[in-house]
């Protein structure tokens, strides 16, 4: 028996440069680019097997789909599947671990040197015939500022938190981190409490999964343990930052800058209180979206489906 494959929304994963046939392998591909919550249930249909990225799968939707019996997660996080509902209905749901650490901690370093280096804004002053009119054999368009000797605080040491330690070392930085599990924080990382990371870091980069307990982690109360003119940097989840309380930090000089890669809303609202802010630099959830993190990540998946259908599920959550 063939069995029936729904994705519901593999643009974001393939807009056009990777290829379904591993999925095609394995049963009956019926692919949407992108699927509308109120049309979820009507495409799911009969199928047994449901990909999904961002598309909510909600216990009514499971209610209304009976011959569900795998869903799998075309990335990290599955805080849009109701776990429970599936548990009840023995759906087995997987997920895509530790597919882009390498592209997060370069995203973060991205974000970093743009800050320290500023080769944008040099590159826009010298396309615009600055340098031509230059007095001087250079300038400047912002103070530069080297890594050597600063200090970066991690918060959440899982493997990203792991690399980006592991890069800042190489620039010769001090590591700082923080994590509920503070017996995995090895070198060259130096385990401290929270408060004592908000301090004395140059950066702050967060990498914690989001909870109950770390959703707004950066507000107006942590705000004020941070040190003056520090960098923070955001690839994790965007709920875990108050941005209404970051914007006004950024205002008051207590935050040079805000760089990140999620927002608690996404699409970015028109709202939004960090949009039109000279000092934040603010990409569209793109740090995961390489060519090869999402290679990986769609070998990852069909690799988690041949291993449901033998019986032998892996990287499963539910």
Not at 89 to 102: D, F, L, R
Not at 110 to 123: C, F, K, Q, R
Not at 128 to 153: M, Q, R, V
Request: aromatic letters at 8%.
């Amino acid at each position: 028996m063939i069995m029936k494959i729904v994705i519901l929304d593999g643009n974001a994963l393939n807009p056009g440069d990777l290829s379904w046939d591993g999925f095609k392998q394995l049963g009956d591909v019926i692919l949407f680019d992108r699927t509308p919550q109120d049309l979820v249930v009507s495409r799911i249909g009969d199928t047994e097997i449901l990909i999904t990225n961002k598309v909510t799968i909600t216990k009514d939707i499971i209610d209304q789909c009976p011959n569900l019996k795998y869903i799998g997660v075309l990335a990290t996080g599955y805080n849009i599947i109701d776990t429970k509902a599936c548990a009840e209905k023995s759906i087995v749901v997987t997920n895509i671990p530790s597919y882009s650490t390498s592209a997060v901690a370069q995203a973060v370093f991205a974000y970093i040197l743009e800050y320290t280096n500023g080769v944008h804004s040099h590159n826009t002053s010298v396309q615009k015939g600055d340098w031509c009119a230059s007095k001087d054999f250079c300038y400047w368009t912002h103070p530069l500022i080297e890594l050597a000797n600063k200090t970066i605080g991690i918060i959440g040491y899982g493997s990203i938190g792991q690399q980006v330690a592991k890069i800042a070392a190489a620039f010769g930085m001090k590591v700082l981190a923080y994590s509920r599990t503070s017996s995995k924080i090895t070198a060259p990382a130096k385990s401290v409490t929270l408060e004592f990371l908000l301090q004395n870091s140059d950066f702050i980069s967060l990498h914690s999964p989001l909870t109950p307990e770390t959703t707004n982690l950066i507000n107006e109360e942590s705000l004020k343990l941070v040190k003056n003119g520090s960098m923070l940097i955001n690839t994790a989840r965007g709920p875990l930052v108050d941005e209404v309380a970051v914007a006004k930090a950024l205002k008051t000089g207590k935050l040079s800058v805000f760089a990140a890669d999620v927002l608690s809303k996404e699409p970015m609202s028109k709202d939004c209180p960090l949009l039109g802010f000279e000092n934040t630099i603010i990409t569209p959830h793109v740090a995961w979206a390489g060519f090869e993190t999402r290679q990986r990540l769609m070998n990852i998946a069909v690799d988690n489906l041949k291993a449901f259908l033998s019986g032998k599920p892996q990287n499963q959550v539910f």
